[in-house]
């Protein structure tokens, strides 16, 4: 298309297009697209600066460059003939009609003198007038004298074109402001209002300095004698707003803005209040609650506020709407505004995220930092407000004043609003942003220093015990940053904006206090019994330093479920009783706050150190557990050879096999780290409820149940007590799922390992003695009923085709029994004996691969002690040691729930039945509870330290692979040592 159009052209002019192409080519290459930079100060006296060429082009004949330096315009003694967007025309002026008029575009003779300009000039206290009253342009000018005496009281104004009444209400006689009367801020008053030895300064005690400001400095006496002297309701306003700017600070001996407000409140104290407020006094703004001792407890404590917040029902009521009548710096009224848009919230959010902030119950909080240059383009001045409570009531609707705590407020230079309740001084108004009281040369310069509400926070307390959902009145509490400006394009200043919501937590601390105190005293004596029954086991009745460090071991885990069981009670009461709607049709309970909850992540803490140590003394105890596997199998005689001894003719035997026992120590290697349920699958499983479907946002401070929200709500921040209640809850549901799922299905359809391993040991022929203490332990009793267990396949399946029939004994101890295993409680003669064997048996390193005959020979003594163990506990068995004998009898009920022996063994050993295989106490797989326990509080710990559930439950994964990796690798080398098995067959 273009290439067609060009063509057109030049066939039209007939020029050659070669020619046409390489002029072309040359402009192109010639053009520069670059221009001068100028700017309007740049042209000279007789130049404008040319806004469209962006260049200074000179004026016309008779012309000047005006004072913006935009335009042109005549010079002196010359009137505007002609004018246009672009140009003017100036014309001389005749000598009988030398002056200008104002407007320039005509030509008068003047009643006086001429100005610089060209224009006529009248004396002070007159104006010029130039036209008629239809607009016709006089022939001569006059110059007319306005009337300052009373009753006309009129001066010229600003322009000096007519007469205008002055400061009618302040001054009675005349206009003029002379002596004794005093001006300020362009006004005049009668002298003996107000001390003209004021102090215009602004103190900003962050920065530690004060600045004289203009603002005060120009304002401060006009506006404190306006309001005092004449009642003038918009200066009474503007005196309030400096003491504002002041931070409500005042001292007994100064004279600023604060002291002048409150001198005229106490002057007013005869005069009638506002709106029935005592502390509103007439004309005056609001600006202060008093100053006695303990008001404020008294006005944000007595009286509920007559509206009540419910979560569901026909009553619901979640949405509080708060006003605020909004005043600027001059201390004019401006409107009633609705508070949720940016007028409390400086940082930038979408309506409906802000819109969360007033509803009741969501824990609001958004934060964010914002450019000091952008504060001073969208506040250039400061706004103030005062803010009240909406309490409905439709065409009489009733608003609640919103008391404020302004944390820099000084009395005598003391920070008062940050000391007790009882020091408090509320008060009323407050700003957002002040960029003018920091101006010192004028009000147009630049501040030094500016002041940022850096923290806006709004809290409701509930009633106590209100069954109404009754709130005391909010409080509003704000904190500002002094910001010395040093650069505005660089500087920043965070700032936060935030709801809350308190409850009196005595009675919850109180009632867990208790909780802790009585189950705290019950873990003392269950303590203590299990310390007497420890002393039992190892037979001992003194006690002694390693008593002691042994009930505090018991005690620490005792007390770990103490701290436990309070804890996940106190996290699921929150759970059910706030976050489930049905539960507070009235609000009733509202969250801790976070600084509340300190000593519930305390009491938390607490429960995973002393459940650590619980569960780090338990490991140690498996790991050095006395462990004896008894081989019941004894040699057969080889009937196909005999040796002649001494004339008579002897068969050999044929040894016993040690891969029997190789292999049972191999399986109890394997079973020492089993568990009732699967950890990674627990791991899982809690992640893809928390994450996936969304149980995460039970956590989150808000009432609502919900557990999708969408991108465009509002997410609050989470509760430690909610989070700590929802995963300890969720952990220990899935985790006793598991361990119902295995005890009723599992081990009875699929694999019970405890059970297999006391089969394996009766096919075997394997029986295996444990010590957990030097006089208590276990038995598992594996002697075959066959006889003999190292036989060929055909005979192993015959004798158990025989057993399955019922075609031979019972595998039990006793005959006609079929319990194998027992708990043993042995006399101090057979513990004693036995761990004088034992130690013989145990030895420091295993042999290595390589071996020499020294080594070999070294070793020979613990085989033979092996033998001896072998045969002696054989023969305690078998009744054999009349003085070691024992009895087998039933434990009772009691005996078991408390976990002690009431029966100490002195003549006889006792053996306990025991059909529920407590031998898995020295495994994993006997300490469920407490292993599920510690990775419950291990989680949460981590999860409430990174507020990251993810995070928590790869840790927890990795702490559960090293300690299954640490008692496997201990328990192994334990059960090396004492059941002489070499470690390389234990697999």
Request: with cysteine; hydrophobic share 40%.
């Amino acid at each position: 298309m273009a290439t067609e159009t060009l063509q057109f052209v030049v066939n039209r002019h007939k020029v050659p297009v070669t020619l046409f192409i390489l002029m072309y080519i040359d402009v192109l290459r010639c053009q520069p697209f670059t221009i001068p930079f100028r700017t309007p100060s740049d042209c000279g006296a007789e130049e404008f600066f040319d806004i469209s060429s962006l260049s200074c082009v000179r004026c016309g004949p008779n012309q000047r460059r005006s004072t913006t330096g935009l335009s042109c315009v005549c010079q002196s003694g010359y009137k505007t003939v002609t004018t246009d967007k672009a140009s003017i025309s100036c014309e001389k002026c005749l000598p009988n009609k030398p002056g200008v008029t104002k407007d320039g575009f005509g030509c008068i003779r003047c009643p006086g003198g001429l100005s610089n300009d060209g224009k006529c000039q009248c004396p002070p206290g007159d104006v010029l007038v130039e036209r008629d009253l239809n607009g016709t342009l006089l022939e001569e000018a006059r110059c007319e004298t306005c009337d300052e005496d009373s009753p006309a009281l009129s001066v010229p104004n600003r322009n000096g074109d007519r007469c205008e009444r002055c400061l009618a209400a302040y001054v009675n006689t005349s206009c003029a402001c002379k002596s004794p009367n005093v001006p300020g801020g362009g006004l005049c008053f009668p002298p003996g209002i107000i001390s003209t030895n004021l102090n215009p300064t602004v103190t900003y005690s962050q920065l530690k300095f004060s600045v004289q400001s203009a603002w005060f400095l120009e304002n401060l006496y006009s506006s404190s004698s306006a309001c005092l002297g004449f009642s003038n309701l918009t200066a009474c306003q503007a005196l309030g707003n400096m003491c504002v700017m002041n931070m409500h600070s005042f001292s007994s001996a100064s004279t600023d803005a604060c002291a002048l407000f409150n001198n005229i409140f106490r002057f007013r104290a005869a005069l009638s209040s506002t709106q029935g407020i005592s502390y509103w006094r007439a004309n005056l703004p609001w600006l202060y609650y008093g100053d006695e001792p303990g008001l404020a407890s008294r006005v944000l404590q007595t009286d509920p506020v007559p509206i009540g917040f419910s979560f569901r029902g026909k009553n619901k009521n979640t949405d509080f709407r708060l006003l605020a009548a909004v005043y600027n710096v001059r201390g004019e009224f401006l409107r009633w505004e609705q508070v949720g848009g940016q007028n409390l919230q400086l940082c930038p959010q979408p309506k409906t995220k802000r819109a969360a902030a007033f509803s009741f119950g969501t824990a609001y909080k958004e934060s964010c930092v914002l450019s000091v240059a952008q504060l001073f383009a969208t506040h250039p001045e400061p706004l103030f407000y005062d803010v009240f409570l909406d309490l409905g009531g439709g065409e009489n609707t009733k608003l609640l004043p919103l008391p404020t705590l302004i944390q820099n407020q000084q009395y005598n230079g003391r920070f008062i609003n940050q000391e007790s309740m009882n020091n408090w001084y509320l008060s009323r108004r407050m700003f957002l942003v002040d960029t003018l009281s920091g101006r010192e040369k004028s009000t147009s310069s630049q501040p030094k220093v500016i002041r940022v509400a850096s923290s806006v926070k709004i809290r409701f307390q509930l009633v106590p015990r209100t069954q109404e959902g009754k709130v005391f009145p909010p409080l509003m509490t704000v904190t500002y940053t002094d910001v010395l400006i040093t650069d505005l394009n660089t500087q920043t200043v965070a700032t936060t904006f935030a709801v809350e919501y308190e409850m009196d937590q005595s009675e919850a601390r109180l009632k867990t206090d208790i909780a802790l105190g009585v189950l705290g005293g019950v873990a003392v004596l269950y303590s203590l019994l299990k310390t007497i029954s420890w002393k039992r086991r190892i037979a001992s009745s003194f006690i002694d330093l390693e008593t002691m460090v042994k009930f505090l071991l018991f005690y620490a885990g005792d007390l770990a479920n103490v701290f436990f069981a309070v804890t996940v009670g106190t996290g699921l009461y929150w759970l059910i009783f706030y976050k489930t709607l049905k539960a507070q049709q009235f609000v009733s309970v509202l969250l801790p706050l976070p600084a509340q909850e300190e000593q519930f992540v305390t009491y938390i803490g607490c429960a995973f150190a002393l459940k650590a140590v619980q569960f780090l003394h338990k490991l140690a105890l498996q790991v050095t557990v006395d462990i004896f596997l008894i081989d019941w199998e004894r040699p057969r005689t080889k009937t196909n050879r005999s040796v002649p001894v001494s004339g008579e003719s002897k068969h050999d035997t044929s040894p016993v096999s040690i891969w029997r026992t190789y292999f049972v120590a191999n399986e109890w290697n394997e079973i020492q780290t089993i568990r009732k349920i699967s950890p990674t699958f627990q791991i899982m499983t809690v992640l893809f409820f928390l994450e996936v479907l969304g149980f995460s946002n039970l956590a989150l401070r808000d009432p609502w149940s919900n557990l999708q929200r969408s991108p465009e709500e509002y997410t609050p921040s989470y509760s430690l007590t909610l989070r700590y209640g929802v995963a300890a809850t969720l952990w220990l549901c899935i985790g006793l799922l598991q361990v119902i799922f295995f005890t009723v299905f599992y081990a009875h359809f699929v694999e019970d390992k405890i059970r297999q391993f006391v089969d394996l040991c009766s096919v075997s022929n394997i029986s295996v003695f444990i010590l957990s203490y030097r006089c208590f332990g276990y038995y598992i009793h594996g002697r075959s009923v066959h006889g003999h267990a190292d036989t060929n396949m055909e005979e192993m399946n015959n004798n158990l085709r025989r057993e399955a029939e019922s075609l031979c004994a019972q595998r039990g101890l006793l005959p006609n029994t079929e319990v194998q295993t027992f708990q043993v409680s042995l006399t101090s003669r057979l513990g004693m004996q036995y761990k004088k064997i034992q130690e013989s048996i145990s030895r420091r390193n295993q042999p290595s691969r390589l071996t020499d005959a020294s080594t070999l020979s070294s070793l020979e003594p613990h085989f033979k002690a092996y033998q001896a163990m072998n045969h002696f506990l054989g023969c305690v068995i078998d009744h054999a040691h009349s003085d070691m004998d024992y009895i087998v009898k039933d434990k009772l009920m009691f005996e078991s729930v408390i976990g002690m022996e009431f029966l100490e063994p002195t003549e006889k050993s006792i053996f306990y039945n025991d059909e529920a295989h407590t031998f898995s106490n020295m495994l994993y797989y006997g300490n469920e509870a407490t292993l599920l326990i510690f990775d419950t509080l291990f989680f949460c710990v981590v999860d409430l330290g990174s507020q990251s559930f993810v995070l928590a439950a790869v840790l927890t994964y990795v702490q559960q692979v090293i300690f299954r990796f640490l008692r496997n690798s201990l328990g192994r080398r334990n059960l090396a040592n004492k059941t002489l098995v070499d470690e390389r067959f234990l697999i």
